[in-house]
């Protein structure tokens, strides 16, 4: 099986901590150049030493924010400049706030729909020239398996994730000619700071504790247990490598089995 990536530079979006960080550190292993897109300088520079280099890779990072989808073209154009080529986008950045669907204002939508899909397919525009000349690509959007089954109380990240995978798909068809593959991961209750946050929010809302809220979730795990964001990056880097080539176009759930649909 070809996993080799050795040669290939690799964008990974928040990838200071988390999915985007376990994405990175897989990736790597794989013998891929990283460059990590966040907000935070001093964390890039942090995160770096943690990359693997034994393939004499040369890792780098790009500092933007995706809250403001103008910081995030201007920084990837900015890079391009430099004559640097990208083989791999890792599309990823925090999930909208929780709350209903009802509930939710308008403001919360657009923000969501520019942090999330506006800001991808900026990245995607900038990049995939690129791909297209080394007829090699991959695109991979790490989501929710909220497109596949609505989570009760994530109303707009519900919405917005699905546009995306609509999207995803959408490019899937329109690329693959061209040696690009795109594809979604779907993480399901992984121990990230994420999951901290939503499970706090659940305790805070209902009255139960913390403990108590994660064990009736790992009640509907198959497998028994929270993932962890390794787990999910090697998916991610396994559907960047040459052995994946044709794989393309799925929503693929890292979940232990808890969606309730195929």
């Known amino acids: 099986m070809d996993l080799n990536l050795n ?27 990283v460059i990590l897109m966040a907000r935070d300088e001093e964390k890039l520079k942090s995160v770096i030493g943690l990359l693997d280099v034994s393939s004499g890779q040369k890792h780098s990072y790009i500092v933007a924010d995706f809250s403001n989808h103008q910081s995030v073209k ?32 308008i403001d919360e939508f657009l923000q969501a729909f520019n942090n999330h899909l506006i800001c991808n397919h900026i990245l ?20 929710s398996t909220s497109v596949k089954q609505p989570i009760q109380g994530l109303g707009v990240s519900n919405t917005i994730r699905a546009a995306v995978a609509n999207w995803s798909k959408t490019l899937a068809t329109e690329l693959g000619q061209y040696g690009i ?39 509907e ?24 080539s044709y794989i393309n176009g799925i929503n693929l759930p890292v979940d232990g089995g808890r969606t309730g649909c195929l």
């Open 7 to 33: 040669g290939k530079s690799a964008l990974v979006c928040g990838s200071t901590q988390g999915l985007g960080l376990a994405s990175a550190i897989e990736i790597a292993l794989l013998g891929a150049s």
């Open 74 to 105: 201007i920084a990837i154009d900015n890079y391009l400049l430099g004559n640097h080529s990208i083989h791999i986008l890792v599309n990823n950045t925090g999930g909208p706030v929780g709350g209903t669907a009802m509930n939710a204002n």
């Open 124 to 143: 995607v525009q900038a990049i995939v020239p690129g791909m297209k000349t080394s007829n090699f690509g991959r695109i991979i959007n790490i989501i």
């Open 181 to 219: 593959t795109v594809n979604n991961v779907l993480p399901g209750f992984t121990q990230t700071g994420r999951a901290d946050y939503i499970i706090k929010k659940k305790a805070a809302s209902t009255g139960h504790t913390e403990k108590e809220i994660i064990d009736d979730l790992v009640k």
């Open 221 to 244: 795990i198959p497998v028994g247990r929270i993932g962890q964001p390794n787990e999910l990056g090697a998916a991610v880097a396994f559907l960047c490598s040459p052995a994946a």
